[in-house]
């Protein structure tokens, strides 16, 4: 399912985040790898927001969402004590999936975007099989659904 065209302009959920010395490498800059872990919350909280706590929705239908896909481009570090923006939007959805771009930045705008992704997310049943995307999620998400 792709989205209409009246669903061109993405609704943008951000996310404030601390950059904590046990996020940082010797150098004092983010370890490359945290910016997933930044990424991943900021997905957990823009879920959270629509009304969708992923655990308890597991438990009640049998469904979790998994990345299988992210394309991720490092554009400036960040370094101990930024506060930073995690920003999660819809590119795209599909029968199963969900395509989200994501951002993170400085806060308050200040200064160019430190990391761009784009992250395919699967809905998959117990056994990580393709399931198609739930109404209540498109709901959440801002997807009309038909």
Not at 76 to 99: G, K, M, N, Y
Not at 105 to 131: K, M, N, S
């Amino acid at each position: 399912m792709n989205l209409p065209e009246s669903f061109a302009v993405p609704t943008v959920f951000s996310w404030p985040v601390r950059v904590y010395y046990e996020d940082t490498d010797a150098a004092g800059v983010v370890y490359y790898a945290n910016y997933l872990k930044y990424l991943e919350r900021a997905r957990t909280e823009w879920l959270r927001a629509g009304g969708i706590a992923q655990e308890a929705y597991f438990q009640r239908t049998g469904l979790r969402f998994a990345v299988v896909r992210l394309e991720i481009d490092f554009r400036a570090p960040a370094r101990l004590d930024d506060a930073l923006e995690v920003s999660v939007w819809i590119e795209r959805s599909r029968r199963a999936t969900l395509d989200l771009g994501q951002r993170i930045e400085r806060a308050a705008g200040a200064g160019p975007a430190l990391i761009t992704a784009t992250v395919r997310l699967a809905c998959v049943d117990e056994r990580f099989r393709p399931q198609r995307l739930p109404a209540d999620i498109l709901a959440c998400a801002g997807i009309p659904v038909a």
